[in-house]
């Protein structure tokens, strides 16, 4: 059974950064794929970003590319989603959730494990 626990999350404004951390306890973690994803009110969770288990490879919607990169210390277990550029339609919450893949995907039924999220508010 793997846990895992989202921080890093806040009130700033846009056009400014956040760095969002995962720390994952039990189970195998560290050799399995990632994702971040997020949900607004009243809108559908959405895949944001993903990760290998080694952290090789990675995938990233395109409303976030180029502004959001993720990360990951294998030894630490934890996986890390810097955000520059905020914008205020990136405001969510935001959740951590691990796969039992190695690879990485960024559809939500290849996800086995969930955080409990972290609010995100970029305001105008």
């Known amino acids: 059974q793997v846990q895992l626990v989202e921080s890093g999350g806040g009130l700033v404004q846009a056009g400014t950064s956040l760095r969002l951390s995962c720390q994952s306890s039990?189970?195998?973690?560290?050799?399995?794929?990632v994702g971040w994803f997020r949900q607004a009110p009243g809108k559908e969770r959405e895949f944001v970003a993903g990760?290998?288990?080694?952290?090789?490879?990675?995938i990233y919607a395109d409303i976030v590319k180029g502004r959001f990169t993720i990360s990951r210390d294998r030894y630490k277990k934890t996986v890390s989603l810097q955000m520059s550029s905020l914008r205020s339609e990136d405001t969510a919450v935001y959740y951590c959730?691990?796969?039992?893949?190695?690879?990485?995907?960024?559809?939500?039924?290849?996800?086995?494990?969930w955080g409990q999220g972290t609010q995100v508010t970029v305001s105008s």
């Open positions: 959730a691990s796969s039992l893949r190695a690879s990485i995907s960024s559809a939500k039924d290849t996800y086995r494990y």
């Open positions: 039990g189970g195998t973690f560290s050799n399995n794929g």
């Open positions: 990760i290998n288990w080694n952290g090789g490879n990675t």
